[in-house]
C-alpha cells in the first residue's frame, strides 16, 4: 500500500493567499498611482502647450492693410531652453524656429507635416521628449528677418523631460513602497492567521490526545465554526462510547445466554463418557443435547433477524397492514387455542415497507403476548388510519410486565424468563419499526395487561 500524500497545512495555504490578494491589490494601487499621475502630467503638458500655441497666434504688429508682423524679439522672449516655436509657410517650408534644443528643421517639417491643427505629439530629440502642437496663424501674418516672408501656422513645442523623470520616479518610489507594504502584510498576515488559526490547532491536538472532555468549552471552540466542530467531534465521541458499550454489553449477555446451554451439553456429554452402558442416561444426554442444540439454534436465528433488521436497507412498496395483521391474527387463533384472538376490522391501511419484515414485527408481538400474558388472554389487534401516519395497536389483558423490566423491554437479552424466550423478540420488533421511518410504544401495568402502538408513515396516495 504506498503511503498517503502529504497534505498542505491549511494555515500556510490561507497564510498565501491572504498575501496574494494583498499583493495583487498593493500591486494594482501602485500601477494605477503611477498610470493616474502619468495622464495628469500628460494631460498638464497638453495644457501648457495649447496655451503656448494660442499666445503664439497673438504675436506681431499691426502695419497698414491689418496685416501683422513678427520679428525676431518675438522668438527671442521664448524660453529657449524648454520651448520650440517655428513659424512654417503654407506649404510646409520652416521659416525660422526659436529652439536652441536638439531638433533639426527637417525634424520640425516632419512633425508639422503629421499632425492636425489641435493635436498633439511627442518627439524624441536626443534622449529629450518634446510635446508639439500646431496652430494656425489667423489673418495675413509676416515675418521681418529683413525681407517680410508670409506665414501660415505655428509649431509649438515644451520639453515634458521633467514631468517624466518625475512620473519615473514616482513608478520607482512605488515599487519600493509596495515591497516594503508587502514585507509588512507578511508578518501581520502570519501573526493574525497563526493567532486565529491557533483554534485549530488546539481542536486537533485534543483529538489526537484523546481529551475530548469539556471539549466544546475549551479555547479549540473560540469561534463559531471551531466550535461547531469540536461539538460534532464531542457528539460523535459520545456516539462511540455508547456504540462500544452497546457492543460490550451485546457481546457479555450473547456470552450469557450461550453459557447455559454449552454448560449443559458439556455436562450430559461427560456424564454419557463417564457411564456409557448406562442406555437411560445415553437416552437423557442426546435429549438434553438436542434441546440444547435447539436452543442455541433459535438464539442464534434471532440474533441474525435482529443484525438483518438494524443493519440493512429495507424494501420500501406499498404494503397493506390491514391484511397482514389480520392473516397473522388468524394464524395465532388456528395455533393458541387456549387464548382468544380479537380482529377489529378496519379499512385498507396502507404503509410503504418490506411485506416479510412488517409480518415479523406482527408476528413477534403476538407471539410475546401469547406467551408472556399468561393462560385464557385475550388479544386484541387494531389497525386504523390516524394524522400520523397508520397506527397498530396488540393489547393483552393478562398479567402486566413487572415495573422493574417496562423501561427495559425493548433492549436485547432483556425477558422475564429465560425459559420462555430469548429476550429478542421486541428488539426486532423496535429496529424494524425504526428502519421504516416510524415508533413503537408500550404501556403496561401489572395485572392490568400490556399495550404495544406501532405508528408507520402512510404511503403516499399515488403509490
Known amino acids: 500500500m504506498s503511503a498517503p500524500a502529504t497534505r498542505r497545512s491549511m494555515v500556510r495555504a490561507l497564510r498565501q493567499r491572504v498575501l496574494l490578494v494583498v499583493a495583487v491589490a498593493v500591486v494594482l494601487l501602485g500601477v494605477a498611482s503611477v498610470w493616474g499621475l502619468r495622464i495628469v502630467t500628460d494631460r498638464n503638458a497638453e495644457r501648457q502647450v ?28 521664448v524660453d529657449a531652453a524648454s520651448t520650440v516655436v517655428a513659424l512654417l509657410t503654407d506649404d510646409g517650408r520652416v521659416i525660422v524656429a526659436s529652439s536652441r534644443l536638439p531638433v533639426t528643421v527637417s525634424m520640425l517639417e516632419q512633425i508639422s507635416g503629421s499632425l492636425e491643427p489641435g493635436e498633439t505629439e511627442r518627439a524624441d530629440a536626443n534622449s529629450q521628449t518634446i510635446l508639439f502642437t500646431e496652430v494656425p496663424l489667423p489673418g495675413d501674418v509676416l515675418y521681418d528677418d529683413g525681407t517680410r516672408t508670409p506665414v501660415d501656422r505655428a509649431l509649438v513645442g515644451i520639453g515634458v523631460e521633467g514631468s517624466d523623470r518625475l512620473v519615473a520616479a514616482l513608478a520607482v518610489a512605488a515599487a519600493v513602497l509596495v515591497a516594503l507594504v508587502l514585507a509588512l502584510v507578511a508578518v501581520v498576515v502570519t501573526l493574525v492567521v497563526s493567532r486565529t488559526t491557533r483554534s485549530l490547532t488546539d481542536l486537533s491536538d485534543r483529538v489526537e490526545r484523546g481529551a475530548l472532555d469539556g471539549l466544546s468549552e475549551s479555547p479549540a471552540a473560540e469561534f463559531a465554526e471551531t466550535g461547531a466542530i469540536a461539538g460534532a467531534i464531542a457528539r460523535l465521541d459520545q456516539r462511540r462510547d ?46 438434553s443435547v438436542v434441546e440444547e442444540s435447539e436452543r442455541m439454534r433459535l438464539l442464534v436465528d434471532k440474533l441474525a433477524q435482529l443484525a438483518r433488521a438494524e443493519g440493512a436497507d429495507q424494501s420500501h412498496e406499498p404494503v397493506d397492514l390491514s391484511a397482514i395483521c389480520r392473516q397473522c ?10 387464548a382468544t384472538m380479537q380482529w377489529l376490522p378496519s379499512p385498507t391501511a396502507s404503509v410503504l415497507g418490506d411485506p416479510v419484515a412488517l409480518t415479523q414485527v406482527v408476528r413477534n408481538l403476538l407471539g410475546n403476548a401469547l406467551l408472556h400474558a399468561g393462560p385464557d388472554v385475550t388479544v386484541t389487534v387494531a389497525v386504523a388510519q390516524v394524522a400520523e401516519g397508520v397506527e397498530m395497536i396488540v393489547a393483552d389483558d393478562g398479567r402486566g410486565i413487572p415495573p422493574a423490566l417496562r423501561d427495559r423491554v425493548f433492549d436485547r437479552f432483556v425477558t422475564g424468563d429465560r425459559r420462555t424466550g430469548t429476550g429478542l423478540g421486541l428488539a426486532i420488533v423496535r429496529a424494524i419499526v425504526l428502519s421504516h421511518g416510524g415508533t413503537v410504544e408500550l404501556v403496561s401495568e401489572p395485572g392490568a395487561g400490556t399495550r404495544v402502538t406501532v405508528r408507520l408513515p402512510a404511503a403516499p396516495a399515488s403509490a
Open 50 to 77: 495649447q496655451i503656448a500655441a494660442q499666445a503664439v497666434t497673438t504675436w506681431g504688429a499691426d502695419v497698414e492693410g491689418g496685416v501683422r508682423v513678427i520679428d525676431s524679439g518675438h522668438l527671442a522672449a
Open 242 to 287: 455508547a456504540t462500544e458499550r452497546q457492543l460490550r454489553d451485546f457481546v457479555a449477555d450473547a456470552s450469557h445466554e450461550l453459557r447455559t446451554p454449552l454448560t449443559k451439553i458439556q455436562g450430559w456429554s461427560e456424564l454419557h463418557f463417564q457411564r456409557p452402558t448406562d442406555a437411560e442416561m445415553t437416552d437423557r444426554a442426546f435429549q
Open 329 to 338: 391474527v388468524e394464524d395465532a387463533a388456528l395455533l393458541e387455542s387456549g
